[in-house]
């Protein structure tokens, strides 16, 4: 076997090892099931912070014996009176009771493009998967549950009634013993919402308290992915470290007694965030930037809760005094342009809420390039195309010295026959020629291989970033190509699109095996690449190769309808190039003639030679 072949063997085997380790890591995700409905929880059992102040019990072993702290007797959230939502992006509600802003949907995104629902993000207790914010006062010396506002409170409004950009509301709250709350909530014109608590001391004494912040989820979220390439769960920020905890890891936190739950507690000095994330969802509290506080990740096995906390220091009031302290609730869309606007604006490192993963520094310039392109073409499947022909030309150089010396290889096999025949079977003897001509001629045996090395962490990285990123959701090509961070929908199921029906589920037995127009052209295109070159002489290297494109298309027929077209682009790219280059260097590929040899039985007389 000669040295291209070798290297061309060695090249393919390496990319199809890491493809078929990365497909049995990754394997794609199973369909959407619905979850089962949670466990309804008690409204008068009020979900409260495990936060500690000086000289008072912890909330939460306050919290098993309190009762609801509404003197109007409200029985549920479902009975509480609401606060509209309105905003160019998003609406919903906040419920009296408690303050808690449980309703929210996003206008700009549909459910999927079959139900025209748009997404929910938060929802109230009572719905099939509740998950909300709320905020409160831990109380401290002087003050028991009964005096500060929790989630049970039952606020009354203050002024306008309904909050949209330009019209934030006020939410009041007088506990009866001289202590006076107000709730001040704005919001943006995308996903962000600004809380201020204020306190003011009306009686006579000093209280201390501390303002907190709550996350809420009554059980794992519905349609949990739990897919290695994308991380659902807890994610925070604290002093410029990123920490990500799956739902699965939270029930085997460690019980913390001052939390009255499995918690995991992290003092927070200057800057810092806390909240969940989902595959395209994230809703994160975020105290004001050079603030200290304390960030929980905290689950309640008994009530099945996953909780998140931002605990901010303990506040002192004489009487007289009052104090405010504003912290942020950012809900809604993983958009990459709207998370760096807030980072901008002062949120450390917010962008890294989205999962770049392992190949960050590939994927985060990749995902750049990709908008970008996007946002000049206006089409998701062409801009890939035409990122594959950027990412092409700037590794053009590499390339074509890559395929000047596979042409050379090709013009030295004559030499190389000779050397065989001398050399017979002295392998050492075989071995050293081959060094001598390679740098007599100035040829690396070795440089085919680079440019196939260098496209596995490209093709890694951009499997990421359309897996990933919303913005890569519900993006459609053309025709039946409506969605590229999804499979193939066609198949000869649906004549490749033809027919009106859909094709077999996503991650089915019977999808794999029907594949569709994708996948299929993705293995014509590797077995033309294959055809550049003569088929080897060896029969269980002419297996290999003829085999080749065809697991590779029932491999990645299931992946994202994005990164298909990318990779057959690639691959007709690369034919492109080394066919013109290695005909620029004197030799001609016989492409045809490959093919047609490839067709030919081998004569029954040189069978067992």
């Known amino acids: 076997m000669d040295d291209q072949n070798k290297n061309l063997l060695l090249a393919t085997g390496l990319s199809f090892l890491v493809i078929l380790v990365w497909f049995l890591l990754f394997p794609p995700p199973p369909p959407d099931e619905q979850a089962p409905e949670p466990a309804q929880i008690s409204e008068t059992e009020p979900l409260t912070t495990g936060d500690a102040v000086a000289n008072g019990p912890s909330a939460a072993s306050q919290g098993e014996n309190a009762t609801q702290s509404a003197s109007s007797g409200v029985a549920s959230a479902a009975d509480a009176p609401r606060i509209l939502v309105d905003t160019p992006r998003m609406d919903g509600s ?9 309703t929210l949907r996003l ?47 039952e606020w009354q409004v203050e002024g306008p009634d309904e909050l949209t950009v330009e019209s934030p509301v006020t939410l009041i709250w007088d506990n009866g013993n001289g202590l006076v709350f107000r709730r001040v909530i704005s919001v943006d014109e995308n996903f962000m919402f600004s809380v201020s608590q204020e306190v003011s001391n009306i009686g006579a004494g000093t209280v201390s308290l501390a303002p907190y912040g709550v996350l809420a989820r009554h059980g794992e979220p519905q349609n949990l992915k739990n897919f290695w390439i994308v991380h659902e769960g807890v994610i925070s920020m604290a002093d410029g470290e990123l920490t990500e905890i799956d739902y699965s890891d939270m029930p085997d936190f460690e019980m913390n007694p001052a939390e009255g739950a499995q918690a995991e507690v992290t003092q927070v000095t200057d800057n810092g965030w806390v909240g969940f994330t989902d595959h395209y969802w994230m809703s994160t509290l975020i105290p004001a930037p050079g603030s200290a506080f304390k960030s929980v990740a905290k689950y309640d096995a008994r009530r099945d809760i996953y909780q998140t906390e931002a605990v901010m220091p303990t506040e002192t009031l004489s009487e007289g005094q009052s104090v405010a302290v504003s912290t942020q609730l950012f809900s809604g869309a993983k958009e990459w342009e709207t998370i760096r606007e807030y980072q901008e604006q002062g949120i450390d490192r917010f962008i890294d809420s989205i999962d770049w993963g392992w ?32 990412l092409k030309a700037l590794l053009f150089p590499l390339a074509f010295k890559s395929y000047v010396s596979m042409a050379k290889m090709k013009e030295l096999q004559p030499e190389m026959e000779k050397l065989k025949e001398a050399a017979g079977e002295d392998r050492q003897k075989l071995q050293q020629g081959m060094m001598e001509l390679y740098k007599k001629e100035k040829v690396n045996p070795a440089a085919g291989c680079l440019p196939i090395l260098l496209q596995i962490p490209i093709f890694f990285s951009l499997y990421k970033v359309i897996f990933v990123t919303i913005e890569l959701r519900q993006q459609a090509w053309f025709g039946p190509f409506r969605d590229l961070s999804t499979p193939d929908p066609t198949s000869i199921m649906n004549l490749f699109g033809l027919m009106p029906w859909a094709g077999p589920e996503p991650g089915t037995l019977v999808a794999t095996i029907a594949i569709g127009i994708l996948p299929l052209c993705l293995g014509v295109s590797m077995w033309l690449q294959q055809k550049l070159n003569p088929a080897p002489a060896d029969p269980t290297q002419q297996m290999i190769f003829a085999w080749m494109p065809w697991v590779f298309m029932f491999m990645l027929g299931s992946f994202a309808s994005g990164l298909v077209i990318y990779w057959i682009s690639n ?39």
């Open 359 to 390: 190949f960050f520094f590939l994927t985060k310039p990749i995902f750049w390039l990709l908008h970008n392109i996007h946002n000049l073409i206006g089409n998701m499947g062409w801009s890939i195309i035409a990122l594959t022909l950027l």
């Open 94 to 102: 906040i419920s009296l009771l408690g303050g808690r802003i449980d």
């Open 571 to 609: 691959n007709v790219i690369t034919f492109t190039q080394q066919y013109l280059i290695m005909r620029s260097q004197g030799y001609t590929p016989d492409v045809f003639g490959n093919i047609k040899s490839g067709f030919k039985k081998t004569p029954k007389s040189d069978e067992g030679k």
């Open 107 to 153: 206008k700009d995104y549909q459910v999927s493009l079959d139900d025209p629902d748009t997404v929910e993000v938060l929802s109230p207790v009572g719905s099939p998967a509740p998950y909300y914010a709320l905020y409160g006062w831990a109380p401290g010396s002087g003050l028991t549950l009964d005096d500060v506002p929790g989630a049970n409170t």
